[in-house]
């Protein structure tokens, strides 16, 4: 595993998408591949450095920020409350988001002269979700996505592209079995769904509740290097 010290780059704004992020540093000159990062509820592009870990130092590791403000240094990709009956979200805010990481995607790609099939976009919660949302609609986009302790939105259910455009996607698929925030019913409809799209994945589950362990990292890391 790579030992360097990293940190994170000042904050900087896309010109297209609007949207902030960081890189983590020292940044590769001349990078090979794409990662995309992306925050749950709540947190903000500093949460996740931490996944970086072990990553090939290079890979352009990108830490985005959420477009909506919470207050203080939380962020958000769309507005959700917790009911009796389910998450409930904003649709319209989940969906801008996905069209913003899109071009953001596009943008990265172009700018560092790396391509979608060196690109992997990952998150944590509301995070994965919105990785899910981009790889699945937009699949020409990225590699893969990295669902860890997020779930699939039924409402993304009308832009999920065929399966001969899914076909060369892989995802990396993860959830806690205590996880009291998104409970663990989830991460098996997401496994039933990409299952019924032909989508390359395996569900691994964890002793533990809502968010990142260390045995979920590692994975992680195996998954991407493979």
Do not use: C
């Not at 832009?159 to 409970?183: C, Y």
């Not at 989830?186 to 390359?200: E, F, G, V």
Request: hydrophobic share 40%; no cysteine; glycine share 10%.
């Amino acid at each position: 595993m790579n030992t360097t010290n990293y940190a994170l780059s000042e904050l900087q704004t896309d010109g297209a998408s609007h949207l902030s992020y960081r890189l983590r540093q020292p940044a590769p000159a001349k990078p090979t591949k794409l990662l995309v990062l992306l925050h749950g509820v709540g947190g903000n592009e500093t949460n996740l450095l931490n996944l970086a870990d072990g990553i090939d130092p290079d890979t352009l590791v990108v830490l985005g920020r959420g477009p909506l403000s919470l207050g203080g240094p939380q962020f958000a990709w769309f507005r959700v409350s917790f009911t009796a009956n389910g998450p409930q979200i904003s649709p319209e805010e989940a969906e801008r988001s996905r069209t913003l990481l899109i071009t953001l995607l596009q943008q990265l790609q172009q700018q560092h002269g790396i391509a979608p099939e060196n690109t992997v976009i990952a998150g944590f919660s509301q995070g994965g979700i919105m990785s899910a949302s981009v790889g699945l609609s937009s699949p020409e986009s990225v590699r893969g996505f990295g669902l860890l302790s997020g779930r699939i939105l039924p409402e993304l259910e009308p832009v999920i592209a065929s399966k001969e455009r899914l076909s060369a996607l892989k995802v990396f698929l993860s959830h806690g079995e205590q996880d009291n925030t998104l409970p663990v019913h989830w991460a098996h409809r997401s496994d039933a769904l990409l299952t019924q799209l032909d989508i390359q994945h395996s569900l691994q589950l964890y002793n533990m509740d809502h968010g990142i362990s260390a045995g979920m990292q590692a994975d992680f890391v195996k998954w991407l290097e493979a």
